[in-house]
Structures are given as structure tokens and as C-alpha cells.
């Protein structure tokens, strides 16, 4: 029973750092990043398409972005998506490729976004405190109720504090990794 409540609040916690990685790989660094087309769809043949499932998505230069679409007919649908996408970037179409120059950031928008990467990182902290107080609670319940004694929930208490602990790390060392990468020049 005891080892399901911690399995759950590992999951929990886990989906915070892969949620915090995903809204990260969003933020530009100034650099060309894949990710960054994550959200594009195109309407292909009338369906909404993840743009990564209709073209090739290369880096040929550290700020430059090329995307090959497997049918050519689609380049000016790609095109259009991308312009309609939130990314602020306009896309140079040469007629069987699509590049995308990604500009280089000033330094108070490197700031700027560098203090976005922190609230991200804050938010996804939230969720894994409320995960071990969800976790918590329910040891204690479980005590209340002599499923566990009062050792079971102090040893438990101590597994999800360092659960809890090694998560705010996790999570720690992803926002500094971006930091680092949207500080450097």
C-alpha cells in the first residue's frame, strides 16, 4: 500500500520535469531548436498535422532551421502554418525548402527570459510539493486508520521528503541548464 502512494508521487513529480523540459524547449535561445516547431500543425488534406510528421526538420547552422516537406505541394501550407504559429519568426521560402533564421536575442530579452525560465521552474516546484503533501496525507491516513504504525509513517515521511528533495533538484539543474544557455552570447 505504502510503496503505491510513493509510486504515484514519483510519477507525479517525474511529469513536472518532463512538463518543465517541454515549456523550456518552447523559449528561444537564440539558437535554431527543433522543439521550437513542436506546436505548428498543418492542415494536410484537411486533417491538422503535427508539422514534424509532414517535412524534415534539420539545423544546417546553429541559428537556422530547414524544413524539407516530404511533398512538395505542401511548402506553402507549411509556410502559412508557420506564420500563424506563435513562434515570431518569418520563414524564407526558396521554393523546396522552408528556412527559418532564428534572430539573435538582445540582452534584456535574454533577461526577460531567463526570469520566465525561473517561473516555470517555480511552477513545476508547486507541483511536486503537492504531490508529497497528497502523498503525506494519505500516510497519515493510513496511520489514523492502523493500516501503518506510527515507524511505517515516519520512515515514509522521510522516503517522500527525499523524493521530493531529488525532484526540486532535477528541476533546479534544467532551469539552470536553460539559464546558462539563454545568458551565453
Do not use: C, W
Amino acid at each position: 500500500m505504502a510503496d503505491k502512494v510513493l509510486t504515484q508521487a514519483k510519477e507525479k513529480m517525474d511529469k513536472a520535469a518532463e512538463s518543465l523540459q517541454r515549456e523550456l524547449g518552447q523559449i528561444r535561445a537564440g539558437r535554431a531548436n527543433a522543439s521550437l516547431l513542436d506546436r505548428v500543425t498543418v492542415t494536410y488534406y484537411g486533417v491538422p498535422t503535427p508539422l514534424n510528421q509532414l517535412a524534415s526538420i534539420t539545423i544546417p547552422e546553429a541559428r537556422v532551421l530547414m524544413i524539407t516537406p516530404f511533398d512538395k505541394s505542401m511548402l506553402a501550407e507549411v509556410e502559412k502554418a508557420i506564420l500563424a504559429s506563435d513562434i515570431g519568426i518569418t520563414p524564407n521560402n526558396d521554393g523546396s525548402v522552408i528556412r527559418l533564421v532564428i534572430p539573435q536575442l538582445t540582452e534584456d530579452r535574454r533577461k526577460e527570459l531567463a526570469k520566465e525560465v525561473k517561473k516555470d521552474a517555480e511552477t513545476a516546484k508547486i507541483t511536486i510539493r503537492n504531490a508529497r503533501r497528497d502523498a503525506l496525507d494519505t500516510y497519515k491516513k493510513q496511520e489514523k486508520n492502523g493500516d501503518i504504525t506510527e515507524d511505517d509513517l515516519h520512515a515514509s515521511e522521510k522516503e517522500v521528503q527525499e523524493l521530493t528533495d531529488n525532484g526540486i533538484e532535477k528541476l533546479d539543474q534544467i532551469a539552470d541548464e536553460k539559464e546558462q544557455e539563454l545568458l551565453e552570447i
